[in-house]
């Protein structure tokens, strides 16, 4: 197994924004087998003082976790990632993934990243997750069989 | 929402395991990273994973922590068939404090998955209006058919009040 020799990227990882619309909770619901009521159903939304359906908070470690590989490419793993939530975020709104570089050495590159919620000119209007962050490690060019 | 603190007492240290029934399948990760919008070709071409050193095609990071796939639970009354706890507590609902996920090695169409789950932590707390809470610290560590360690996923779940604070 030797390792691989790829460099850190230039430049921060690049922002993501994309809106979840219920089509897209139903892919993710689809995908996952997570069918909770919580997701689609407004007899059960309304019983639990909801407005709208929720987006399946794991969600937002699928897209943390793009963005770091993204950055990062092929070269580089996710070794860990971790992070918070601090808002619910509901059917139809529109987020945006950012995300800095905050040390790179030898066990690898570091990053922090935070989600949030914006309106339709891209302010920010809450919190969704924070703070989270994510570790890359080189990939070994040959893994075990 | 009375008598939590003793109910959380009794909750530290529960323990369940799930075996998949087969082996995980590529197309799992191709749908999973289709539905979070996720094109990296780790997840879907063989042979351009096998150039970056993998021998397969690898799984999106997280989705092994979705057990409801493999679980093969009954759906429970509020729809869900994946792993809980079966926490009842009236008057409250449930949302995800946070997530921390260490992942040891890459998962494989041909892993068969084994989550073990166990909660490390209950206790009740105040929220900031107020409300009286429940926070459950789970660890859930998911190993394969060789009994390899795969990720580890160390989740919070909290049982929010419906009441209104005093």
Sequence with gaps: MSPATSTVPSGPPAVRELTIGIADMIAYAGATWDWHRLHYDPAYLSEKRLAAPVVDGQVFGALVAAQAQDWAGPGWRLAELE???RNLVFAGERVRCEAEVV???????????RVVVIDADGVEERVAVEPARSLLVLQPRRCAP | ?????EHAAALVGRRTVYTAPEEFGAAAFRYYARAVGDHNRLYTDAGYARTHGY???????????ETNQYADLPMDAEGYAGHTWRIEIPDTRTVRGGNSYVFHRPVHPDDRITATWEILDARVKTGRQGGEMLVVTSRATYTNQAGERLVENTE???FVSLEAPR
């Design chain 1, 103 to 113: 040390r790179s050495g030898d066990d690898g590159v570091e990053l922090r990243h």
């Design chain 2, 55 to 65: 021998r397969d095609v690898v799984a999106p990071p997280t989705l092994v922590c």
């Design chain 1, 83 to 85: 992070f918070t939530f």
């Design chain 2, 156 to 158: 919070t779940i909290i």
């Design chain 2, 1 to 5: 929402m009375s008598g939590l603190a």
